[in-house]
């Protein structure tokens, strides 16, 4: 599926700065301090909103037996922290449709 390729942060700072009539500047700081926000909210309640887009959520993963694909031998994996992205249902069903 080549399909065109994803905005970059020069292209959404260059957007939010015509969409909202301000500098270049003030539109990047304003996208990095979001970043900030999400970042720093997440460590301390494990979760942050994205409102209409999703949530940043903190799930501990408990140990685990795994194998290792190119010999089959036996590993510990072990417990970690892993940050993921719940996406909203309402940004899910904008992007691909519920089949009827």
Do not use: H, W
Not at 13 to 37: N, P
Not at 53 to 80: E, H, Q, S
């Amino acid at each position: 599926m080549a399909g065109k390729k994803p905005l970059t942060k020069s292209q959404i700072v260059s957007y939010f700065a015509k969409k909202f009539d301000l500098s270049k500047k003030a539109a990047g700081t304003i996208i990095d301090e979001f970043a900030v926000l999400a970042i720093a909210e997440t460590k301390k309640a494990s979760s942050f909103t994205l409102p209409g887009i999703g949530k940043l959520v903190l799930v501990k993963r408990k140990a685990r037996v795994g194998r290792n694909p190119a010999t089959g031998a036996v590993i510990n994996i072990p417990a970690k922290t892993v940050v993921k992205m719940r996406v909203a249902k309402a940004c899910k069903d904008a992007i691909v449709p519920p089949k009827k």
